[in-house]
Each structure stands twice: as C-alpha cells, then as structure tokens.
C-alpha cells in the first residue's frame, strides 16, 4: 500500500465549519473526538510491545527519547517527559523528549522542522547508543527532522519507532515498530492537534504510565515516588502513606521524616514492619525498586 495522507485529507463533515454556530462547532469536535478511542484501541499490540521493549531499555542503562516536531508533536513530546519527575519521582535522564522547531521566527521553526540532518544532530547531542529506544511523533510521518531521528536510530542500532497517524509514511518505512492512529481527516484541514493529538497524547498517556506503574513508582495505584521537597508534596506524600499502609497520621509523618521525606521507603517500612532505613532501602534495591514483594 502507498502513502494514504489521511490527516491532510479534508473533512466533508466540517466543510462549512465557518457557517456553524459555536454549539455546532464545539459538538462536532466531540463527535470527531470520539472515535479517536477505538483507533488507538486498534494499536494495542503495538503499543504493548513498545512499552514492554522501553521498560527493559530503561532496565538495562538505556533510555526511552520522544521526538516531536512543531507545535502539535513537539509540545506534546516536551509535556509527556515533564510531569514524570515531578509527579512520579522519575529519573529524568531515563526518558527524553526532543522537540524542534519551537520557539524564534518562523523561518528558523520551518528550517528546523524540515531538515533531516537536525534529528540526527539531535540524538548526538544526547548521546544516543544501540541501548536507546526511540519514537519519532509525527501526524504526517513526514516530518523530515522525524525522519532523521529515526534514521539515525537505525543507524546506531537503536530501537526506531513511528507514531503516526498516516499509513505507509517515510517514518513507517523506516521504523522497527510502527503504531499507527489513522484518525482521518481532522476538522480544520492539516490541523494535527485535534484527532491526532488526541490519539498521540493516549498513546504516549499508556506508554510512560506503564512503564512509572511496573518499574516501581507506583504500589497499588499510589504514588509513591512523589517527591516531597514542598510543603504540600509533604502534605501529599504523608495522605500516600496513610492510603497505602492505613497507619495513623501520627506514624505515617513520623516514618516520612526518618526516610527524608521517601514515600516509597516509609511504606515499605510500614507495611514490613521494618525499623531500619537503610535495611529497607536495601530491601527496595532488592526488588528493583517496588513497594510490593
């Protein structure tokens, strides 16, 4: 099968968008919005498949880098990685976003969205190596600073992976895996931050919540890798600690200051009864990191 540009397709259900009132407007997004649920749904193995090979890079020293071009691709790459660290308490060296093409006038975003040879620049900024998993986000799968990336993921021997919402795209040829969202044509023509987006953002949602959940920053559904160095991440860390082990107040504020403020360790400690900190950091290096033995 050829190249099907699904995305830049033009949409008959929104061909007189301009003449609909705004109620109009806003229920045919949510109808075009709906369906985006069942085409991702679709990529299921795929996306299995990639987070289970990314989990197992992070594992063994690599890292899990997201590309994304322009204000739709790169803003979503760039927002996936930064609410990790802060939310889970993940390292930020195991997960990357690289973005091109925001920010500056115009013609230095289009130069940067559009040459290859940037993506490659990129990843050897960052050091890429054949331990490294890569996505290249791009609705077009075009995108030719995407294209270099995943060309020179190839190259050093790194997993490449496409997610994209066309079929039989320069980034799908070139890709190891490929998950693919073919939403169709969006609203307003070639505007990839509706359907697309949408489908990117769940996809990318499923990956990174995944790989948080199994490689022990979350017990049960439970935070624990929550970073407490503000008084209400404090306030917040001794509520996960009373949720996970159902202990006092009194207790769970008490183990949070003996652990400097690790929520994971104080509940380790008290679900184990464990008295020692470092016996139970010991105990958590163990079991890779998880709260549950």
């Known amino acids: 099968m050829g190249y099907l540009n699904l995305v830049g397709a033009r949409n008959p259900y929104s061909d007189n968008i301009d003449l609909m009132s705004v109620e109009e407007i806003i229920r045919l997004i949510n109808l075009e919005e709906k369906t985006v649920a069942g085409i991702v749904e679709r990529a299921i193995p795929q996306i299995v498949e990639v987070t289970e090979k990314a989990m197992s890079a992070i594992q063994s020293g690599g890292r899990l880098i997201l590309c994304g071009a322009g204000s739709a691709s790169g803003r979503l790459v760039e927002a996936e990685v930064a609410q990790l660290e802060p939310s889970y308490g993940m390292d930020p060296s195991k997960i990357v976003a690289l973005s091109f093409g925001l920010g500056g006038p115009l013609d230095l975003i289009e130069d940067l969205e559009n040459k290859e040879e940037y993506g490659e620049e990129a990843l050897k900024n960052v ?3 054949n331990k490294d998993v890569v996505i290249g986000v791009s609705g077009t799968g075009q995108t ?5 990336c995943l060309k020179y993921a190839k190259q050093v021997g790194a997993l490449a992976v496409a997610l994209c919402c066309n079929i039989g795209s320069k980034i799908e040829e070139i890709a190891d895996i490929s998950i693919l969202t073919p939403v169709g044509p969006e609203i307003i023509t070639e505007s990839a931050r509706h359907k697309g987006g949408t489908a990117h953002k769940m996809v990318l ?9 199994k490689l022990g920053y979350v017990y049960r559904n439970i935070k624990v890798g929550l970073p407490t160095n503000r008084p ?4 917040k860390g001794i509520g996960f600690v009373i949720d996970a082990t159902k202990c006092t107040r009194e207790r769970a504020e008490l183990c949070l200051k003996r652990c400097n403020g690790n929520v994971k360790v104080a509940v380790l400690m008290i679900l184990n009864d464990i008295d020692s900190v470092d016996n139970a950091l010991s105990l958590l290096d163990r079991n890779g990191g998880r709260v549950r033995l």
Do not use: A, F
């Open 127 to 129: 050091g890429l190596c």
């Open 144 to 148: 030719l600073s995407i294209v270099g």
């Open 205 to 213: 949602n499923m990956i990174t919540s995944s790989i948080v959940i």
């Open 232 to 235: 209400n991440l404090w306030e």
